[in-house]
C-alpha cells in the first residue's frame, strides 16, 4: 500500500491507506482518542478507539507528545462536521520519534508573536502561519503566471551593487575582497537594462533595506517583484499594476479558500478589486486628506479621533505618513493609486511632470486596513541632462551610475515600472498583524535569527 497525502483522502472513501506525518494535537482519554494528524498537505482527525487496536497501540497513541512522526494506517470514513468531509479510523500505528517536549503549547491565547518568532523554525508547522505562507506561496505563482502569460521576459538583478537605488541612508554596505559592495534595495536599474533590451521584463528576487523602523510593515529583507516596461507612461503603468494586483488578489479568493478561512479573513474588501482603484494625484490627496482630519476628529470612535491627530502631520510637500495612508484606506475601502509626488520625497530617477516640475510621474498603490504602500513606481527620467541634474543632487557617485547613464545615451525611450513588496502584499491578503508573519524567516532590525 502506498502512503496518501491527508489532502486526496477524500478520494479514498471506504479504504484502508497509509499515512505519514506528524501529531499536531489530541484530546480524549478513556476509551476513544482523537488525533489531529497533519502531514503538510493537510490536517485529519484520526480516531483512536481502545475497542478496536491492540492494548499497546493504544497506550502509545495516549502516551506520545505533539510533534511526535508517525506512520499510521486507517480506514477513511465520512465526517461531514470536517472541512475535509473524511476522518480516519486508526488500525496501525508507527512512532518514527517519540517527543514529548515540544516547545510551542496550542492554546486559545493572544499568541506572543516574538516569542513564537524564536522558534519560527517549529512555528511554520502550525495552522496559522502555514496558511499564510500558503497564500505567499500562491501569491508568488501567481505574479509569476501574470507576467509570463504576458510575455515579460523575468531577468534576475544582481544582489552585490556599486550603488544605491532608493538612497544611501537604508543601504546595508557589505566588504568585497579588497572592495565594498551594497546590497540591492531594488532591482530597478538593472531593470531598465532589461527593458530596452526585451521590452518588457520582470525582476523578481529579494531586495534589502537598512530600516530603522519598528512599524509592522517594515522589513530588513523582502522580496519585490519589479516590471519595467519600454515606450510605458504613467497612465500604462497604473494599468498595469491595478491589473496585476487584482488578478494576485483573485488567485487567492479562488484558490486559497480553506486558508482564508483558518484565518477567519473577512473576504467582501479583497473582492473589491474587481472595481476600478481610485487614481487622486497627491494634490488632489491633500484635500481629501483634510476632509477626513475634520471627519475622523469630529468622530464618536477614540479610534479615529487619534488617528485624526496624525493625519497630514509631515505638512504639504512631504511625504505622506503611516496615518495619511490609513485614512485613505479607511475612505476609499480599497486599494488607491496616489499619482505625481512632490519630486523632494522620490527617488533620482522619477520623471519630472512635464505639466509642472515639482511634482514626478510616480505612482504608489495604498492597500486599504492600516497596510499603506504595497506598490510604488512610475515613469523614468529619459532625459540625459535632466537625470545628471539629479544624479548630482543626490550627491550619486559618478562611477557607480556610469553604466546606468548609458542607458540614456544609446536609445533612450519613455519607460517605466513599479515594485510591489511581496510581504505588504500577503499582510493585505491574508490580514496578519505584522509584515514579519508574511514571510518565511522574517529579518527586521532586532532579528537575524533563526
Ligand atoms: O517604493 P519603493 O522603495 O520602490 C522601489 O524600490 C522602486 N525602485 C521600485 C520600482 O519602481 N521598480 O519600494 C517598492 C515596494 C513598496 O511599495 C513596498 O511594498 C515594498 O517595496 N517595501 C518594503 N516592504 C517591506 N519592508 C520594507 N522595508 C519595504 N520597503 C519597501
Ligand atoms: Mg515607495
Known sequence: MGSVQVSDLKKHLGETVELRGWQYNRRGSGKLLFLQFRDGSGTVQVVVSKKDVPEDVFETAKRIGNESS???????????????????????????????????????????IDKLLDVRHLWVRSRTPHAILRVRSEVEQAIRDFYYQRGFVLFDAPIFTPASCEGASTLFEVPYFE????????GQLYGEAGAFAFG??????????????????????????????????????????????RYVVCRVLERCKEDLKVLERNTAILEKVAEPFPRVSYSEMQDVLQKLKAEFAASSDPELVKLSADILKNGLGDDLGAADETAVGLHYKRPVMIHRYPSAVKAFYMKRDPANPDYVLCVDVIAPEGVGEVIGGG???DNMDLLMKQVEKHAIPLQ??????????????????????????VQWITGCQHVREAIPFPRTIYRTNP
Open 379 to 381: 515613469q523614468r527620467e
Open 200 to 245: 518588457k521584463i520582470v525582476v523578481f528576487g529579494p531586495t534589502f533595506r537598512a530600516e530603522k523602523s519598528k512599524t509592522r510593515r517594515h522589513l530588513t529583507e523582502f522580496w519585490m517583484v519589479e516590471p519595467e516596461v519600454a515606450f510605458l507612461e504613467l497612465d500604462g503603468i497604473m494599468d498595469l499594476a491595478e491589473e496585476q494586483v
Open 70 to 112: 508517525l506512520i499510521i494506517t486507517g480506514l477513511v470514513t465520512e465526517d461531514t462536521r470536517s472541512a475535509l468531509g473524511v476522518e480516519v479510523q486508526l488500525k496501525t500505528l508507527r512512532v518514527l520519534q517519540e517527543v514529548h517536549d515540544y516547545p510551542i503549547q496550542i492554546t486559545e491565547d493572544v499568541p506572543n
Open 400 to 425: 557607480s551610475i556610469n553604466w546606468y547613464l548609458d542607458l540614456r545615451r544609446y536609445g533612450s525611450v519613455p519607460h517605466g515600472g513599479f515594485g510591489m513588496g511581496v510581504e505588504r502584499c
Open 179 to 186: 572592495d565594498k559592495a551594497y546590497l540591492t534595495q531594488s
